[in-house]
Nanobody, 125 residues
Framework: VQLQASGGGLVQPGGSLRLSCAASGFTLDYYGIGWFRQAPGKEREGVSCISSSDGSTYYADSVKGRFTISINHAENTVYLQMDSLKPEDTAVYYC???????????????????WGQGTQVTVSS
């Protein structure tokens, strides 16, 4: 069971990035997938999650209207499209999988059973 997060990088304020979370060793069906982020000196916070069973989604207030989470079952991958990025979005982003999870929040780290490695997102001019 493995989750591989990718797509981070350096982008200017107002720019966009798309993060990917590819699952291997298991199918994302019947899982909830979440994205968390952790900035230096801060606690890890839930950003967005999606239920693979019904497609329902949740967004933290800080990203609502700017980020979009989606799932591609054929690719066994979850995407996080991040638009209108702000410097305060700078963090290491992690994806995680919750068995039988539904999209709800505020998200809690303890809900999630599997974690991927992080991908760095830096928003700076």
């Amino acid at each position: 069971v493995q989750l591989q997060a990718s797509g981070g990088g350096l982008v200017q304020p107002g720019g966009s990035l798309r993060l990917s979370c590819a699952a291997s060793g298991f199918t994302l069906d019947y899982y909830g997938i979440g994205w968390f982020r952790q900035a230096p000196g801060k606690e890890r916070e839930g950003v967005s999650c999606i239920s693979s069973s019904d497609g329902s989604t949740y967004y933290a207030d800080s990203v609502k209207g700017r980020f979009t989470i989606s799932i591609n079952h054929a690719e066994n991958t979850v995407y996080l499209q991040m638009d209108s990025l702000k410097p305060e979005d700078t963090a290491v982003y992690y994806c995680a999988a919750e068995i039988g999870g539904f999209a709800s929040g505020p998200m809690k780290r303890t809900w999630y059973d599997y974690w991927g490695q992080g991908t760095q997102v830096t928003v700076s001019s």
